[in-house]
């Protein structure tokens, strides 16, 4: 069976071999979706072996979950999600059924829902049928700290405290997906081969920080089309406001990329499209 790595690679070369095609056919290109989906290999290359940042979550049955408490106990998968993000919705039955059927003392799944209101995401989770714990990212920083900024994120940490998986796009087959190093941490587990706390706070105190070379710029003042277009827009975030009255962390980031977008030969609808289309990542 051909490896995600490989699967990915394919697609990026691929991806080039059209837009090599299509310079014959247009005078300008645009390459913000290369640059987006470059961006996307590098994630999912750059974070397996990383010591996971530590956090803590308010889980939404009342729990607290810190992530330095199960550290070296558990092989622990993180799903970042949204409610309004389709590939999410698409993936959850698959991650519940997976849940439902492992869960035990030595693995654990967390949802975490990137900045939502509390009854948006409840009725989600109660639509969906969730079967694993959910809490919410209050503010986005968690992920952040994991630089979830395509959604849904999957992330697989193992009993030495390293990330093994970093997976951006929904779950289509969480056995084949999970099962490899759900395998080799519980072995480790029982063996004992783990990260004490200890341990693990000075692997991550000595980690460098990644070097992020396209840093997101700071949001634009929108004006003209773009402010126009950002009026007609809802934010993608859960909230009821438009675009354009949005203050959550990825309104901020389709704003800033709407204030530098080539608007020439394209609909107010095709645009919006695109940019819900690019802060969603889909899987089809």
């Known amino acids: 069976m051909l490896s995600n790595r490989f ?13 090599t095609f299509n310079l014959s056919a247009k005078k300008k290109l645009d390459l913000d979706e290369l640059d987006s989906f470059s961006n996307y290999l590098n994630e999912q290359e750059m974070w397996p072996g990383r010591v996971a940042p530590d956090f803590e979550l308010a889980l939404m049955d009342g729990r607290e979950f810190k992530l330095s408490d199960n550290i070296g106990k558990k092989i622990i998968i ?3 999600f949204a ?38 995401v409840r009725s989600f989770l109660a639509k969906a049928d969730v079967s694993f714990p959910v809490g919410i990212d209050i503010g986005g920083k968690i992920a952040a700290a994991y630089s979830a900024n395509g959604l849904p994120t999957t992330v697989v940490i193992g009993a030495d405290g390293l990330i093994k998986l970093y997976e951006v796009g929904a779950i289509a087959n969480a056995e084949i997906s999970f099962n490899p190093y759900l395998e080799a941490g519980v072995a480790a587990i029982i063996a004992g081969e783990v990260i004490n706390p200890a341990e693990y ?23 003209g089309r773009a402010r126009a277009i950002s009026l007609k827009m809802d934010c993608p975030c859960g909230c ?45």
């Open 7 to 19: 699967l990915y690679i394919s697609v990026f070369l691929l991806a080039i071999l059209l837009v």
């Open 78 to 80: 993180l799903n970042f």
């Open 83 to 120: 409610t309004w993000c389709e590939p999410c919705r698409q993936e959850m039955p698959e991650l519940s059924k997976f849940y439902l059927e492992r869960q035990d003392d030595k693995f654990i799944m967390i949802g975490i829902d990137v900045d939502e209101k509390i009854d948006v």
């Open 201 to 223: 706070q000075t692997l991550l105190k000595n980690q460098p920080e990644i070097e992020s070379p396209d840093k997101e710029p700071e949001e634009k003042q929108l004006t």
């Open 240 to 284: 009821s406001h438009l675009l354009a009255e949005c203050t959550c962390n990825t309104g901020d980031k389709i704003k800033t990329k709407l204030s530098g977008m080539d608007f020439a030969g394209k609909s107010d609808r095709e645009i919006i499209m695109a940019l819900n289309e690019e802060f969603c990542v889909r899987d089809d």
